[in-house]
Nanobody, 127 residues
Framework: QVQLVESGGGLVQTGGSLRLSCAAS????????EAWFRQAPGKEREFVAA????????TYADSVKGRFTISRDNAKNTVYLQMDSVKPEDTAVYYC????????????????????WGQGTQVTVSS
């Protein structure tokens, strides 16, 4: 089993920055991709960003493109989400997710595509 632990959430003012981390531990056979999702109260979990482990290829939701940056540290088995120019609508619980193997499709924005999930970290943006 793989455990994912998010950290770095908190309260930030509009226009500010925050960096989230997701550390993986446990029995890691392989990593194909990792992603960040978020869920605001009363809303479905939505895709934020994803990164392919082998070559660092990234993809972003339109709502965060140009403001958020996903990166990874292979040696530390950690993925990051740098959040800049945050807005009140970025307020949510942020979750990291991991996909172990490529199985023919790249559905980075689909919650069902991922094998493991963290418990989430709260991000609140004040106006």
């Amino acid at each position: 089993q793989v455990q994912l632990v998010e950290s770095g959430g908190g309260l930030v003012q509009t226009g500010g920055s925050l960096r989230l981390s997701c550390a993986a531990s446990g029995r890691m056979l392989s990593t194909y991709a990792e992603a960040w999702f978020r869920q605001a109260p009363g809303k479905e979990r939505e895709f934020v960003a994803a990164i392919r482990w082998s070559d660092g290829l990234t993809t972003y939701a339109d709502s965060v493109k140009g403001r958020f940056t996903i990166s990874r540290d292979n040696a530390k088995n950690t993925v990051y989400l740098q959040m800049d120019s945050v807005k009140p609508e970025d307020t949510a619980v942020y979750y990291c997710a991991r996909r172990e193997y490529y199985r023919g499709t790249n559905n980075y924005n689909d919650v069902r595509w991922y094998d493991y999930w963290g418990q989430g970290t709260q991000v609140t943006v004040s106006s």
